[in-house]
């Protein structure tokens, strides 16, 4: 499979691909460099930023303490014990991953107004952000050998000492890599704290820039900000290489063992419903609670016509489907290269795409707008900028989903479809297609419905008149018109959770697709 | 008689690294060949340029007299009519059994179902498995049916790389009987690649023995058994029995006694290769057998391997012995040994006198 060289035609797709994601980067790098070193330091060595670092890091430290202990807890109850109603708990489980995080935040805000401070952050953040470490924690005590904990048992060790010693240790890389994803997110995400009027490194960027200040300080905060997400990524490729490492077994292996809950039960249930109540009863409560209420319950600019959100759900679909197209036809080439060639080019080009997977929204949008303010004049604000953006942040999530369809496709087959009288486009068309379609329609869905929830390239990119559903909550909601916001976050939310549902039903296994959300970028 | 494949002074390197160096062989027409090796030693390597999913860097392939590959040039894949059976079958997953079996034949024949049940029938499959999906069948089933798949459009060679090694022992006698006597209904040309000594030296009318990218020895099973090109080779076969011993006018004199030579033409000093079900044991001397003591006894069930003491010139020496498990010597007993048929003997290269005394 190594024996062959990539085409030239392959390797020029995939370097475009490559310089796409790197150009946004690319802009940041040069025009922080712009500053000069002592406008830099002027503008960086200021009780600001240690504020925004102070604010940012407490609430990831937070965030993954309060994530890593609920998405621990709700794998164990779900996976290893006596539970009632498992499977529809473990769905309700992984719910809240299909509802947007900013979402989420309209609903909070809309309930209480005292919910704008760092308690309100770290709720919003621990209730849209603990399936993250839910799921592969689940996966994890799945797949444990019971063998194990048998062996410890029979060596003279309690179930707390257990759990303690042979459990927790053997969780420790889903676990790790499940907070460094919370922490990747945290640090990216801009829309959610926006609405709770809490202040991050994104929500300052996109406030300098909106101040007008020169790209300079934009651009220096947001290095820092790339710092800190590059390091995250890092930690959490480290991390998920080794937990491959850790899965690898041979053989048909018992189910893992359940522990009875006894006088835990009812808790134990009744926490699950608490924990159900707040991420999944909250927003889509509240949303369902705003419709009802008539257009100027909360000071409402314009109330929402059905005119309104048909015309900004139609946006949101043409962007969409255009986004997904661009994604797509850039994931392809990479993903080919990836499956089917290897060597330091591929690893390299391969690396590059998933490095787009730390660079947040804002400062892809920044540095595209600052690029084409300056010198290409003619993209600003048109819709193959926002497409392209698009692009950028979510190839990671593309290439997670083409890279699994083309394994689908195993070399293996398709040289027995050659030494059976196939050409190599025949083998395309009769083996390789046939077996990766369903894959790849389910990445092609999976990116179609990440751009018709994303806000902050949307909101500085979208050409003038063009309102998606996503930036009408946003705006709505700017201005405390929690009601005139409703349609279109009640648009959002059942088009993104019936993508999910339909998506975890035609592919069986719920996880896998599941899975593929966990490379989502915010 | 028929052409079947040739092959001269083939040569293929990844990088750096040689894995084939000049290896040439012919399989007449209608046979099958094995070809055995350690893994490593560039079997997979050797069915894939004959396949043609690799191009060779020096040497040619001739198939039933037309050139499939010179050097770099080559013809690709679809055209070469060679059949391939994956180790795991590469059943394709998206399609049934009939679908599979059908797959390099024309659109009218694929809707036809053409030779469906000829094939399923020649592999002994019921007729009931064409509508089942590939996942829905046993390992051994599944390597059946790769093989109607590819005996399907009836090609002018066979290749089978390792196809019954993911296979548990009893699966794999029963699909290596099945695929064998398909295989000779069909009168197909065969090449086996297969790590498993047992199922080169049953299967192959010739086999070949590849080392480290070279094609060590190719002769019919039986030869390859008992006169292997060098000791190295003889043990790879099998277990062998080897002593000094000094050799003359077609015998050589060794611990077992004085043994017929196979090759009449060794002389001097050489190391004797005797394969352990060729010693024979008696409780009183006879004709031409050394006594011997008996160290320890492995029981296998239908037979035994003994370790016996031979003293020779004042020195115990090691020698083994299969025998069949009914009557078996008692450890610390005397016998008798005796040495059936011929032996091979090595002339140490330019050895130094180790194996002398």
Known sequence: MAARRPSAGLLAACCAASALVLLPLGVTVWNAADAGGEVAAALLWRPLTGFLLLNTLRLIGCAVISTGLIGTALAWLVERTDLRARRVWSILAVVPLAIPPFITSYAWVSLSPGLENFGGALLVVTVAYYPLVYLPVAAALREMDPALEETARALGLGRAAMFGRIILPQLRPALLGGVLLVALDVLVEFGAFALLRFRTFTTAIYGAYRAGFSGAEPALLAMVLLVLCIACLTAEFFVRGRARYGRLGRGARRRAAIYPLGRWHGPAQAGFAVWAALTIGVPLGMIIYWLAQPGDAATAPVAASFGAVARAAWSSIYLGAAGAALTMALALPLGVLATRYDGWLVTALERSAYLAQSIPGIVVALALVSLTVHTLRPLYESTPLLVAAYAVLFLPLALVGVRAALTQAQPALEEAGRSLGLGRTAVLLRVSLPLAAPGLGAAAALVFIAVTTELTATLLLAPIGTQTLATQVWADTSTLAFAAAAPYAAVMAVMSMGAAWLLAGRFGTADRVKGQALARPA | ?357
Request: charged letters at 20%; glycine letters at 8%.
């Open chain 2, 1 to 357: 008689m028929m052409q079947g494949l040739e092959i001269s002074s083939l040569a293929k390197s990844f990088g750096a690294t040689p894995v084939l160096r000049d290896v040439s062989f012919s399989v007449p027409a209608g046979s099958l060949t094995a070809i055995l090796g350690a893994s490593g030693s560039g079997k997979t390597t050797l069915l894939r340029l004959i396949a043609g999913f690799e191009a060779p860097d020096a040497g040619e392939i001739k198939l039933a007299g037309a050139l499939l590959a010179s050097g770099a040039k080559m013809q690709p894949p679809e055209r070469r009519a060679i059949g391939y059976v994956a180790q795991e079958g590469a059943l394709f997953p998206h399609l049934n059994v009939a679908d599979n079996i059908t797959f390099g034949l024309s659109r009218a024949a694929r809707r036809g179902r053409h030779r469906v049940a000829e094939l399923l029938h020649l592999l002994d499959l019921p007729d009931c498995y064409a509508d089942r999906a590939p996942q829905a069948l046993s390992g051994g089933q599944q390597q059946r049916v790769a093989l109607a798949r590819a005996l399907a459009p009836n090609p002018k060679l066979v290749l089978l790389d390792e196809p019954f090694s993911a296979l548990d022992a009893g699966l794999r006698a029963e699909t290596r009987q099945a695929v064998a006597a398909a295989l000779r209904a069909a009168g197909a040309t065969a090449i086996l690649v297969t790590h498993d000594q047992e199922e080169a030296l049953s299967m192959g009318a010739q086999v070949g023995v590849l080392q480290a990218g070279s094609l060590a020895q190719l002769s019919a099973p039986e030869r390859l058994y008992r006169q292997p090109a060098s000791a190295d080779l003889a043990n790879f076969l099998g277990e062998a029995v080897f002593l000094p011993g000094l050799a003359a006018a077609g015998r050589v004199d060794c611990a077992l006694g004085a043994l017929t030579l196979a090759d009449r033409t060794i002389q001097g000093a050489v190391q004797v290769m005797v394969r352990p079900e060729q010693i024979r044991v008696f409780a009183q001397a006879r004709d031409a057998s050394v006594a011997a003591r008996v160290r320890d006894v492995t029981f296998f069930g239908h037979d035994a391997l003994v370790r016996f003491a031979v003293r020779e010139a004042g020195q115990d020496r090691d020698v083994t012995a299969r025998l069949f498990s009914h009557s078996l010597p008692r450890p610390e007993a005397d016998v008798w040994l005796q040495v059936e048929g011929d032996v091979a003997a090595f002339v140490p290269s330019a050895a130094p006198a180790l194996q002398g005394g």
